[in-house]
Every structure is written in structure tokens, then in C-alpha cells.
């Protein structure tokens, strides 16, 4: 018998926005999961994922290719190379925990350019100074009527990570904030 192989099909192929401020591209497939851990845990599972899980407000880290972004008390959201299987991964540190892969539950979004900030607080009412939002932070927020997960990877490239299922919503409300950081 022959094993099943599922295709993921990006929730936003062909899609293409943006401005001469703002460019507009989906992310490549990840993997993805979301991990909760109390704090005498952390050790073993930085330990075993390859990367030190950030502990405080708006932290994210990055190791062996794996990031992780700190949404919570005791909760992150780990992005890595399509494949990755963080489930496992996590299962080698023999501590308590949660590891819940949601692959295939997100998309993200790259949000670049001088006018990138400008496109995201179009919908977004985040604080995107570098004073508030530095490079490498990350925060669980609302965009239009929906909750992302937002990364700032560079000084005007950011990530947004949102649901399958409102990617179209998504990636049309940038193309409209995009279009406002252009005037």
C-alpha cells in the first residue's frame, strides 16, 4: 500500500500587492507549532528544539533555523523549514509541555519597504516605532478584525502570520494599507 502524500497549495498563490512604498509577498511554506511550557521546562526544550525560548514580553529568538516568538506567559510559536517536525522535536526533552503542530493552520505575509510600517498601521493600532517594536520583536495583536501574529524581521520587513481562512482578507487590507503608505 502506498502512503498518501498531501500538497499544501498556498492560501495566497498568485496573489501580488503592494506599492512603490510597500512590497507584498507570501511567505514560503513552514512548518509551524504552537508550544506551551511551564518555566522549569524551558531549559530542556531549548535544549532539544535547537533554540533558547525567549521569556519576556515581545522576545523572539533564533537557532538552527527554527524562531520562535513569545506570545505569552509559557506559550511561543515556533516557525521553521517546511518538514520541520517540531512535535518530535520537543518530545526529546522528556519535560512536561504541549507541541501542537498548525502547519497548515497559517500563512504568513512579508510586509517590506520604507512604507511597510505605514501599511500595517493601516489596520493595525500596534505602537511600530523602534522605540516600542524593535527589530526581533514579536506580538499577538488584531489586523482590521482579525488576530496575526506580527514579527518585525528587519528594520521595515515585518512578518504576519494569520489563519488560512483569512488570507484573502488579509492580504487585501495590506494591498489597500500598502496603497495609502504610496501617497
Known amino acids: 500500500m502506498s502512503e498518501l502524500e498531501t500538497m499544501r497549495r498556498s492560501a495566497t498563490a498568485g496573489f501580488h500587492g503592494g506599492s512603490s512604498a510597500v512590497s507584498l509577498t507570501t511567505a514560503p511554506n513552514a512548518a509551524r507549532a504552537s508550544l506551551r511550557a511551564y518555566p522549569d521546562a524551558i531549559a530542556a ?18 537557532g538552527s533555523g527554527i524562531t520562535a516568538l513569545w506570545l505569552g506567559p509559557e506559550e511561543w510559536l515556533l516557525i521553521g523549514p517546511d518538514g520541520t517536525d517540531f512535535v ?11 507541541a501542537v503542530d498548525i502547519s497548515h493552520r497559517n ?77
Not at 518530535?88 to 504541549?98: E, G, W
Not at 518585525?152 to 483569512?166: A, K, P, Q
Request: aromatic letters at 8%; a neutral charge; glycine letters at 6%.
Open 45 to 62: 526544550l531549548s535544549s532539544a528544539l535547537g533554540v533558547s525560548l525567549p521569556t519576556k514580553p515581545k522576545a523572539s529568538a533564533t
Open 88 to 98: 518530535a522535536l520537543a518530545a526529546k526533552a522528556s519535560v512536561f509541555h504541549t
Open 107 to 183: 500563512i504568513a505575509i512579508m510586509v517590506s519597504g520604507p512604507g511597510a510600517k505605514v501599511a500595517i498601521n493601516s489596520a493595525c493600532p500596534h505602537d511600530l516605532t523602534q522605540a516600542s517594536f524593535p527589530v526581533d520583536a514579536c506580538s499577538r495583536t488584531v489586523f482590521g478584525k482579525m488576530e496575526i501574529v506580527l514579527h518585525r524581521e528587519s528594520e521595515d520587513t515585518y512578518r504576519v502570520e494569520c489563519w488560512r481562512s483569512f488570507a484573502d482578507y488579509c492580504f487585501g487590507m495590506l494591498c489597500e494599507g500598502a496603497a495609502d503608505a504610496a501617497l
